[in-house]
């Protein structure tokens, strides 16, 4: 059964101070790995997929990448609004429980 | 609306009721999930509609969820005898073929539920 880990389970910055977060899979074959991102009292919206390890995608101040076993969630000089909750997701959108991310001014 | 819809927005119900979600995806999307998030957990996999039918099921915990989605549009999770537990934010999402290739799912803002 496809498995995801996500750590930690929350991070608080600074705004500015760059950090990443991680999602460990397991699975039988990887199709695709996806982040969300999930403000409070909303449903999640989609950010990224990666298909293959060494791939990368970036957004803005997010960056996502991909090797054999895990995923990073870099983000770079981050601001107060870049506070809420990411998710990532394998294959069959099987979701992890998310890392709490929190930025101070 | 452009967006997933889901009603009600809020259930508050007592134990032992019947309860029904109510999902209206975009206009288009053959693929529709259901998902229950508990507070500071992540959305938990329920039930894959493609078109009409139920492609995996799995997810659904026992015999007291169900959901249709007869005409491959509208979706209903139905849930017997309602139990604390059972108490969530449940999360409607849509996507297109093409979409489901990308895992690009587009969600609504679900509907929480409260059994007493």
């Known amino acids: 059964e496809d498995q995801v880990t996500q750590s930690p389970e929350a991070l608080r910055l600074q705004e500015g101070e760059s950090s990443s977060l991680n999602c460990s899979y397991t699975v039988s074959g990887l199709r695709g790995l996806f982040w969300y991102r999930q403000d409070p009292g909303k449903g999640p919206e989609f950010l990224f997929t990666l298909y293959s390890a060494g791939e990368e995608k970036e957004k803005e101040r997010l960056k996502a990448t991909l090797t054999k076993k895990e995923s990073f969630l870099h983000i770079t000089a981050p601001k107060p609004e870049d506070s809420a909750t990411y998710l990532c997701?394998?294959?069959?959108?099987?979701f992890g429980a998310g890392t709490r991310l929190t930025v101070k001014p | 609306g452009a967006g997933v819809s889901q009603t009600p927005s809020n259930k508050v119900t007592e134990k032992g009721k019947y309860v029904e979600l109510r999902c209206d995806p975009i206009s288009g999307h053959t693929a529709l999930y259901w998902y229950r998030q508990s507070l500071g957990q992540g959305p938990e996999f329920l039930i894959y509609?493609?078109?009409?039918?139920?492609?995996?099921d799995s997810g659904l915990p026992n015999d007291r969820f169900f959901a249709v989605r007869p005409e491959g549009s509208v979706s209903t999770l139905k849930i017997q005898r309602t139990e604390r537990g059972d108490s969530a934010v449940y999360l409607c999402?849509?996507?297109?073929?093409?979409?489901?290739?990308?895992?690009?799912?587009?969600f609504g803002e679900g509907s929480r539920l409260t059994v007493l």
């Open positions: 999402a849509s996507s297109s073929g093409t979409g489901l290739n990308t895992g690009e799912l587009f």
């Open positions: 509609f493609q078109g009409t039918g139920a492609a995996d």
């Open positions: 997701a394998v294959n069959d959108m099987r």
